[in-house]
């Protein structure tokens, strides 16, 4: 049987790209109420996501840039979602 690696949707922007990668690594997941990304503080799903920065960055970006964009958008994102803490 013929098997064939499925390759990432294309994308439109670097961190379009890094927040793909993190959900798909399991770093990330979105809130089911809201849809705001939500850190999950797994260090073996952030560094999953970084080894497959490392291997397979994007067309014509560097391994050092793509790692730079996955750590710039953990940076961003919290653990808990804005508005769930609002309705507190």
């Known amino acids: 049987m013929l098997m064939t690696k499925e390759r990432r949707p294309a994308i439109r922007t670097l961190r379009g790209w890094a927040i793909g990668v993190l959900q798909e690594a399991g770093a990330i997941h979105e809130c089911e109420e809201h849809g705001w990304a939500r850190d999950r503080a797994d260090p073996h799903a952030?560094?999953?996501?970084?080894?497959?920065?490392?291997?397979?960055?994007?067309?014509?970006?560097?391994?050092?840039?793509?790692?730079?964009e996955i750590r710039d958008v953990l940076d961003s994102i919290g653990d808990t979602c804005p508005e769930c803490a609002a309705d507190d």
């Open 46 to 68: 952030r560094e999953r996501a970084l080894d497959i920065a490392r291997r397979e960055p994007p067309d014509r970006i560097s391994p050092e840039a793509a790692l730079a």
